[in-house]
């Protein structure tokens, strides 16, 4: 990767840490995109340039890519909780639907720069008979729809990628993060008065899960291979039953882990304690193309990245468990 000058916003969440350790790793130059500094001045090698920049500042944003004037821009940026969207709906309009939209024009005063969205599986489809839609899926859904206009409309390179369920090291509000942490506190509970069960509403809802670190890889791939104006899907193929997932995390701790399981016979189509976090993911949606075809291949083994998981918390502290 040697001369690639690459900008990831959203560099500071789950996956945007990932990917700058990724790029940096391969010799790009990176730049790390933050809303405001990490407190931890550890989080990015000190190679790695920082660049503070509100993304929902038009203004700021044009700034920035003047700037930098980066070749590649991976945009992991947004917002992504389903219940913080139905209490503050217009803050997602702005987060995922006007920043993308500021920085693809930004980006037109660089036409040789390509520019890979992170979009998500959650569709917002009118009358769909598979339950109602919420504002997160529906900013998303506009925030695909506009990158691609704006690719055509403007002769842009513009890509995009659906990922499904992606879990691995490092901070994340995602099911296996939440359950992994729940074990942690539980492992280290000075009294079980302290611990409240994890409640999983349905053992049998399934999703596809992929370890981020595979994610970033497919990334890399749609930058460097992909053709401008498809949607690429990211997954492993390989659906698994939420209740297998706790089991397998809960083979790794010989604490007595208080868990609410629900009952046998709960269906997969009412799954709360997933649907608290990311919502419902919509297979009936598919996406143009899968990022296989481009060469790419899951390598991280889903018990690998579950025992990835734990071992983070292990090491995360307390203020890691909050």
Same mark, same amino acid.
């Given at each position: ?141 506009? %925030?695909?729809?506009? +990158?691609? @206009?704006?690719?055509?409309? &403007?002769?842009?390179?513009?890509? /995009? $990628?659906?990922?499904?369920? !992606? ?19 539980? %492992?280290?509970?000075? +009294?079980? @008065?302290?611990?409240?069960? &994890?409640?999983?509403?349905?053992? /049998? $809802?399934?999703?596809?899960? !992929? ?112």
């Amino acid at each position: 990767m040697s001369g690639r000058k690459v900008l990831i916003t959203g560099a500071a969440g789950f996956t945007g840490r990932h990917a700058v350790r990724y790029f940096h790793a391969a010799g790009a130059e990176v730049t790390a995109v933050v809303r405001r500094l990490p407190e931890d001045p550890d989080i990015f090698a000190p190679e790695v340039a920082k660049y503070v920049c509100d993304l929902s500042d038009q203004g700021a944003v044009h700034a920035m890519i003047e700037a930098v004037r980066p070749e590649e821009v991976l945009h992991l940026a947004g917002r992504n909780s389903v219940p913080e969207s139905w209490r503050d709906p217009l803050l997602y309009m702005e987060t995922n639907v006007m920043a993308t939209l500021y920085l693809l024009e930004a980006l037109r005063s660089q036409p040789a720069g390509r520019i890979l969205v992170a979009g998500s599986r959650l569709k917002y489809r009118p009358g769909a008979e598979e339950g109602p839609p919420h504002p997160y899926s529906l900013s998303k859904t506009l %925030e695909e729809l506009v +990158s691609l @206009a704006w690719g055509t409309l &403007f002769k842009q390179p513009v890509l /995009l $990628a659906e990922p499904c369920n !992606l879990i691995g090291p490092g901070p994340s509000t995602g099911f296996c993060s939440l359950l992994a942490r729940h074990i942690v506190r539980t %492992e280290t509970a000075e +009294s079980e @008065a302290e611990l409240q069960p &994890f409640r999983l509403s349905s053992r /049998l $809802a399934q999703r596809d899960f !992929l370890d981020v670190r595979d994610a970033v890889r497919a990334y890399d791939v749609i930058l460097r291979k992909g053709d401008t104006g498809v949607v690429y899907r990211i997954d492993s193929g390989a659906p698994h039953r939420l209740g297998d997932i706790a089991a397998e995390l809960l083979a790794h701790t010989s604490a007595a882990v208080p868990m609410d399981w629900g009952p046998e016979d709960s269906s997969p189509d009412h799954d709360s304690a997933v649907s608290a976090v990311s919502g419902r993911e919509d297979t009936a949606y598919p996406a143009e193309h899968s990022a296989a075809v481009l060469g790419w291949k899951p390598e991280i083994p889903l018990v690998q990245s579950l025992a990835d998981i734990l071992d983070h918390y292990r090491g995360a502290g307390k203020e890691g468990l909050v």
